[in-house]
């Protein structure tokens, strides 16, 4: 079991920035690949990032690659959401979630999502 808790969200004006953190807890927790997802009001649950066990291996949102950033901590087993130049559209549930395989789209264990509201 690998359990999840987010931080960092809240309000920010078109432009600005915020980081997104997540510790994650569970006896094999430093074996799992840690992304975060998304989900707009009426909108479906979408990939933002994702970073491998090892920290060295990233995959990004192709449309998110110029603003968003992720980075992975071992030490203190946290993964790290830099989401710059927001826009309104970012506005969103963000959740951090973590599986043995970053490529898949439904991972197995999930935060219970932090809000992020952007506004013009």
């Known amino acids: 079991q690998v359990q999840l808790a987010e931080s960092g969200g809240g309000s920010v004006q078109a432009g600005g920035s915020l980081r997104l953190s997540c510790v994650a807890s569970g006896r094999t927790v430093g074996q799992y690949a840690l992304g975060w997802f998304r989900q707009a009001p009426g909108k479906d649950r979408e990939f933002v990032a994702a970073v491998d066990w090892t920290g060295r291996n990233i995959y990004i949102q192709e449309f998110l690659k110029n603003r968003v950033f992720i980075t992975r901590n071992n030490a203190n087993h946290s993964v790290y959401l830099d989401l710059n130049s927001l826009k309104p559209e970012d506005t969103a549930v963000y959740y951090c979630?973590?599986?043995?395989?970053?490529?898949?789209?439904?991972?197995?264990?999930w935060g219970q999502g932090i809000q992020v509201t952007v506004s013009s």
């Open positions: 979630a973590a599986d043995q395989d970053m490529t898949k789209r439904k991972y197995d264990y």
